[in-house]
């Protein structure tokens, strides 16, 4: 029996790549505001000094799709920011059926920092089908050192919840009457001095639009 589980732990790491107990990968809950851009921030902690390039495909759930610039394109700033780790590599994204695939690499061979924090923020948009909270995932993460050693990285999965569902949504032209003269905040939940001219805006516990 101790065999076949050598035998098999040894065809694990053949199949999924080296596995090191010190890389792993975590993203934040997500926030998720109908027709505005929220950030999906993955950290990432490992120890070797030679990664060169890694890949990830990120799911997401229906309503919710990878950001665009203004000619339909997915682009840097717009699409995702790589963080100052490795700020000179280049970012290549597949859309697949049901997922997207990130590859993330440089001609030159830089090294990304190791150490832990903040690797790649990518930017969504959820349109107004997604309610209360849904699940997104990041599969197959695997790191490549320059002698092209993989590291492969657990699956990991993240919350993204609507952040207009906590509370209730009235659409109105004016603004509300029974919420009299309770405090008025926008949806990042800052005070305001007055109602907006447009847009959402919350008061007496729930929200509002103004046209």
Known sequence: MSKLKSFLALLLLL?????????NISVASVTLTPGEVSDVIINCEFTSENIT???L???????????KNSKGRYAAG?????????DEHVVSIA??????RFVVSNNSLYTIEPGS???LRLKVVADNTVSGTQNGSIKKFSMFETDETEHAMADVTF???NSTMAIGEVKTEAGPDAAGNAPIYDLNGRKLTEKPSSGYYIQGGKKFFVK
């Open 15 to 23: 199949v999924t790549g080296s596995i090191h107990a010190d890389d």
């Open 53 to 55: 390039l890694y890949q």
């Open 57 to 67: 495909d990120l799911y997401l759930p229906d309503g919710v799709t990878l950001a």
């Open 78 to 86: 717009t699409t995702y920011v790589l963080s100052d780790r490795h």
């Open 95 to 100: 859309e697949r059926e049901g997922f997207y």
């Open 117 to 119: 924090g903040e690797l």
């Open 159 to 161: 919350e993204m919840t």
